[in-house]
């Protein structure tokens, strides 16, 4: 059975990475005493145990700032390159055309664009050139 603190958040959770741990060895440092000295372990983890619903807390607001960053980030380089991507589907369309293979598409043009062959179908998939293959 999981004990909880007040705010009821398991306080195995919030031990299981060494976050916490580190801060104790620094308070431990910082006090200047006796790392060894149970009645100090015990204060520090208390006061740990004291501050952690405010630490997952803090830690749940910063991976949602973190996630609306990095979407935002991927919008804005998806944003950035989609010229680039377009110039790779006509150049893929310009080869079929000619009679290139669709096997040979994506080798051709990555060596071409300075990507890979797998980036490079994946960027034809995108901009229906090619068809995925129906399971």
Same mark, same amino acid.
Request: charged share 40%; proline share 3%; hydrophobic share 30%.
């Given at each position: ?7 009821? /958040? ?28 149970? &009645? *100090?372990?015990?204060? /520090? ?13 803090? =830690?749940?607001? *910063?991976?949602?700032q973190s996630k609306i ?5 991927r919008r804005r380089k998806? @944003? ?6 377009? =110039? ?6 310009? *080869? ?5 293979? =669709? &096997? ?15 980036? /490079?179908?994946? /960027? *034809?998939?995108? @901009?229906?050139?090619? @068809?995925?293959? @129906?399971?």
């Amino acid at each position: 059975m999981k004990k909880k603190n007040p705010d009821g /958040i398991p306080l195995e959770s919030l031990f299981s990475n060494d976050h916490f741990r580190r801060h104790a060895e620094f308070l431990f440092h910082y006090e200047g005493q006796d790392a060894t000295d149970p &009645r *100090l372990k015990l204060a /520090i983890l208390a006061e740990l145990v004291r501050n952690a619903g405010d630490n997952v807390k803090k =830690k749940e607001r *910063l991976r949602k700032q973190s996630k609306i960053a990095g979407d935002e980030t991927r919008r804005r380089k998806k @944003q950035a390159n989609e010229p680039k991507y377009k =110039k790779i589907a006509a150049d893929a369309r310009r *080869l079929l055309q000619r009679g290139h293979e =669709k &096997r040979e598409l994506s080798a051709t043009l990555a060596t071409k664009y300075g990507l890979s062959s797998g980036r /490079i179908r994946s /960027i *034809l998939y995108e @901009q229906r050139v090619l @068809q995925k293959k @129906q399971k």
